[in-house]
């Protein structure tokens, strides 16, 4: 399946905040495949360097390149999910209506996204009464609703258990199927093994070491990486 | 003592038969003050959310301004409004001294930077939780401000009658400009000062008792929307 908007180019793209360089220079060539795991350390800068891919995040120098731009054809999903305050099934209508889609024809999409979850019970009750593995599967659905070309995940399974953490990577892996192109930093190197197609390795804001899995995992090139997959500290 | 009893059981008789002029000057009261509310709300709210998402030039200033004119006194107001409309002020030729108009640009002016500050704390908290997610799913300048008004409208709602039991209970600035003329723009609060100074203990207390009441029905609306706010239902 051709994705139209990658392959994305970063080229020499630096960050910084109040002063402080926190990511770069960093160059990156994402191609059509993934999945890409984004691995390394905290403060590595994976958080950063999605928030750049995607645009959220504004850059010190460098340039960031699409083969085909379209901002309303990205999603994130944040760390912490962000709920609006609003009904289950209004959260997932939104992006929809941002769109222009109709009320009645959202209501209908968002109602087969519900039940694909298993939230259809909470349509009706406010987002933000949801637990943290619902608020999390809840926040991915409302990412893929639009079916982007591409999707940002940010450690999206790092407070939950292993029952959602793998219902999440089921959906992911089905919007992986369906053409979607997935960027996700992640904690767990399990879930890194599981659905990496490539990864990017960071260490202290810049890319250390770069390459397909499972090759990636099972011959690592660097010492950083390798001490990384050994559970060895790195900084 | 005996005074006061009096006064009290005429009140409760009055409001009891329905006494027409205490339901004229309620029901003028009420005219004045929801107008003042709604002209007040239709630009504070829009203003404070503005200042909440936009970042421009003078944002701090106007900022600064607000919070600044939230503390004028009434009566200052009342005179300022005062020489703006009278027959030889620049507004004088509206010919709107001394009619509810008058009163109900004193109360928007008394009332807006305060809706006005109210609702862009709100809606500061909001963007803060909500800037991030709004900005993935590419929503333009208008749908963010839109979404924000409406999720934060329990807020706004809030702020808005905060801003009606300031502007009911106002006497000082409304008495400048309106006049106290009776069945014009006689209200409640001019109304129960002049028939306190007349000796007219049962109309004022009457007056006063349906003064009291509506800001209790303000502040308990007040207290039940901030309850559901943490309930079970948006
Ligand atoms: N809001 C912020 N203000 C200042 N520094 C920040 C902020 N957020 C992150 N940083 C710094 O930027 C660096 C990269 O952070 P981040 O991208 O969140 O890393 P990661 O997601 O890998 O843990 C870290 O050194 C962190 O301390
Ligand atoms: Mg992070």
């Known amino acids: 399946m051709v994705n139209a908007m990658f392959p994305l180019a970063l080229q020499g793209v630096t960050v910084a905040r109040r002063g402080r360089p926190v990511l770069g220079p960093v160059d990156l060539v994402l191609g059509q495949g993934g999945p890409t795991m984004i691995l390394g350390p905290n403060g590595s800068g994976k958080t950063t360097l999605l928030r750049v891919m995607h645009g959220l995040e504004r850059i010190g120098a460098g340039s960031v390149g699409w083969q085909r731009d379209a901002p309303d054809r990205r999603a994130f999903v944040f760390q912490t999910p962000v709920m609006l305050r609003r009904s289950t099934i209004e959260n997932l209508c939104y992006p929809l209506r941002l769109r222009g889609v109709g009320r009645a024809d959202a209501r209908q999409a968002a109602a087969g996204w519900l039940a694909r979850i298993g939230l259809s019970d909470h349509a009706h009750r406010p987002a933000t009464r949801l637990s943290g593995g619902e608020r999390q599967k809840l926040a991915l659905a409302r990412a893929l609703i639009g079916q982007p070309d591409a999707v940002f995940l940010d450690e999206p399974c790092s407070n939950l258990d292993g029952h959602a953490t793998r219902e999440i990577e089921t959906l992911l892996r089905a919007a992986a199927q369906s053409g979607t192109r997935i960027v996700m930093a992640t904690h767990d190197m399990g879930q890194a093994r599981r659905l990496a197609a490539d990864v990017v390795f960071l260490v202290a804001g810049r890319i250390v070491e770069t390459g397909a899995a499972p090759a990636i995992f099972a011959a690592p090139k660097t010492p950083a990486f390798r001490a990384f997959l050994n559970g060895d500290i790195v900084t | ?234």
């Open chain 2, 1 to 234: 003592m005996h005074d006061i009893l009096a006064g009290f059981r005429a009140a409760l008789g009055l409001i009891a038969t329905f006494d027409a002029e205490l339901w004229d000057i309620s029901l003028r009261s009420l005219q004045v003050s929801l107008s003042a509310l709604v002209i007040a709300s239709a630009i504070a709210i829009p203003l404070g959310t503005l200042l909440a998402v936009q970042r421009f030039r003078f944002r701090r200033l106007v900022i600064s301004v607000i919070n600044a004119l939230m503390g004028l006194p009434p009566v200052v107001v009342g005179l300022m409004v005062y020489l703006l409309l009278s027959r030889s002020g620049p507004f004088g030729v509206l010919g709107l001294l001394f009619t509810p108009w008058a009163m109900i640009v004193a109360q928007v002016i008394i009332i807006t930077p305060l809706i006005a500050s109210i609702a862009h704390q709100a809606m500061r908290e909001l963007w803060a939780e909500y800037h991030d997610l709004l900005i993935s799913l590419n929503a333009r300048k208008s749908q963010r401000i839109a979404t924000l008004i409406w999720d934060g409208r329990r807020s706004l709602l809030t702020a808005a009658l905060a801003g009606f039991g300031r502007a009911i209970g106002e006497v000082g600035a409304i008495m400048i400009v309106g006049g106290n003329i009776d069945q014009v723009t006689r209200v409640l609060t001019t109304a129960i000062a002049l028939e306190t100074s007349r000796g007219d203990f049962a109309l004022a207390l009457g007056l006063g008792f349906v003064l009291i009441g509506l800001a209790l029905m303000v502040s308990l609306a007040t207290h039940w929307l901030s309850r559901t706010e943490s309930g079970e239902r948006w």
